[in-house]
């Protein structure tokens, strides 16, 4: 079910009047919550549901297990030969589904390129929506629980609730279990201040989406379409690409984290403008924060962090990045464009400059040639990302630093044109309330209720051509 639906609009007061009549019984509200997101879920697959189901329940017996365990963190065989099995068997549902189709087509096509007939045929994996998000929330519960950093929980509803909450479901914020699970383990009473600000955020994150992400996007799959794209054509779509991406991406979180305050959860925030960014390291402590702080807990401090040698800072560094690459999907394109920030990186993590800027941290106009350049490298990393293959992404690129074609069509102006004022609104409003979580809006009552009334019409009438959700493939 897609938040930009209307079986959406229709599922969410009827799931959000059933929930808070069931505000005294906190067992049968989590209960509740789990058929709501099971339904959620299977709107697209039902078979998809034996899937979540497993991970949900190996991953709660395994904390059952570990209740048993009385030794010391890492003091017994028994309770580091479960965390394997739990780790093994997770990562393992989620590479056959997410990689057993690309490992067959590259398998293929090495055995052609040495001579032989190979085909395959007769393997075609399709891959459940959101499994990448959901495996690693149960991974973190379980490592978590080993490490002995959490409680492992009695209350199976509850844990269903925290694996298959629906907001964060398939696209998070990859939550941990820390932040997530005590919230349904404890009573829950409406909030009204909450649901305002969450119904705000899900109307800021509606813009980005269907205003910023899907003109973004209708502009980038016309101007890719052409031939033989020029230098300039391909420079304006990847920025748009840009937009679309984050405007897809950061509105599918602020529509989860919004949607979530509806129910008095919170969740943890994802994105903080990262195209303000100052340097790549700051880039990354602000896209995707969930995913890169997960990265950061359970493999790049585990594998030594910074505190090593400089070839085990390049080694951890280049790990991280890489394994970053292919959790986006199975295909080389996403393992060069890890690359591609590792080796950007590199230099700021050596010199000890990777740490300069904190989210926290505004900048300034100051700082405004610093985050042009880091956004023009982001922007020839997505060019990776968004090439279906290596070559096309190396020809790409290397039109677009020839600067051979610089003509521009009457189309294709008026294509990059219709995209101006979604970005222009964004880009200013963003800059505005860069300091705070999300944007501000105005003090006086009717002029926020009109603001309000206006970004519903253009999000309900606006009529670019939908797209799905980009991070729905991972």
């Not at 059952?64 to 093994?88: E, F």
């Not at 998070?172 to 932040?179: K, L, S």
């Not at 986006?328 to 000890?352: D, E, K, Q, S, Y």
């Amino acid at each position: 079910m897609l938040f930009n639906s209307f079986s959406f609009l229709v599922f969410l007061p009827l799931v959000f009047a059933g929930y808070w009549l069931l505000q005294r019984n906190l067992r049968w509200q989590n209960l509740f919550v789990v058929a709501a997101s099971y339904v959620f879920y299977g709107w697209w697959d039902w078979q998809c549901l034996v899937l979540i189901a497993f991970t949900s329940a190996w991953s709660y017996a395994f904390g059952l297990m570990q209740l048993r365990d009385k030794r010391p963190q890492g003091g017994s065989l028994a309770a580091k030969l479960r965390l394997a099995a739990s780790i093994v068997i997770n990562l393992g549902i989620l590479g056959y589904f997410k990689y057993a189709n690309f490992f067959v087509a590259e398998g293929v096509r090495l055995l052609q390129s040495l001579g032989f007939e190979a085909h395959a045929e007769t393997l075609n994996v399709i891959l459940p929506v959101g499994i990448s998000f959901y495996t690693f929330q149960a991974l973190s519960y379980t490592i978590d629980v080993y490490r002995r950093t959490i409680v492992p929980t009695r209350d199976p509803v509850a844990f269903f609730a925290f694996i298959s909450f629906f907001p964060q479901l398939v696209a998070g914020p990859i939550e941990r279990a820390v932040n997530l699970l005590p919230q349904f383990l404890a009573p829950r009473t409406f909030s009204y201040p909450l649901a305002v600000e969450g119904c705000r955020q899900m109307l800021w994150g509606f813009f980005k989406k269907v205003l910023v992400a899907d003109t973004c996007a209708y502009a980038v799959n016309k101007m890719l379409a052409a031939e033989v794209p020029s230098s300039i054509s391909l420079w304006v779509a990847m920025v748009l690409f840009a937009f679309q991406i984050y405007g897809d991406f950061s509105g599918y979180s602020d529509i989860a984290i919004g949607c979530a305050k509806l129910f008095g959860i919170r969740l943890m925030r994802n994105f903080a403008y990262p195209y303000f960014a100052r340097d790549i390291a700051e880039f990354w402590r602000r896209w995707h924060i969930s995913l890169t702080t997960w990265f950061r807990d359970y493999l790049y401090i585990p594998l030594g962090g910074s505190r090593c040698s400089a070839a085990g800072k390049i080694r951890n560094t280049f790990a991280i990045f890489l394994v970053s690459g292919i959790w986006h999907g199975a295909n080389w394109t996403f393992l060069a464009w890890g690359a591609f920030h590792a080796a950007l990186f590199m230099p700021l993590l050596l010199a000890g400059r990777n740490r300069r800027y904190a989210v926290q941290s505004c900048a300034t106009l100051r700082d405004l040639p610093k985050i042009l350049l880091t956004f023009a490298l982001v922007v020839v990393g997505w060019t990776f990302f968004r090439a279906p293959d290596i070559s096309t992404a190396l020809h790409w690129l290397a039109r677009m630093f020839s600067f051979s074609d610089l003509h521009l069509s009457g189309t294709f102006i008026t294509t990059a044109y219709s995209t101006l004022w979604p970005l222009a609104a964004l880009v200013a409003i963003e800059w505005i309330g860069r300091c705070g979580e999300f944007p501000p809006v105005p003090r006086n009552r009717f002029l926020r209720i009109m603001l309000y009334y206006a970004v519903a019409a253009l999000v309900l009438f606006y009529s670019p051509i939908p797209q799905t959700f980009i991070y729905f493939q991972f």
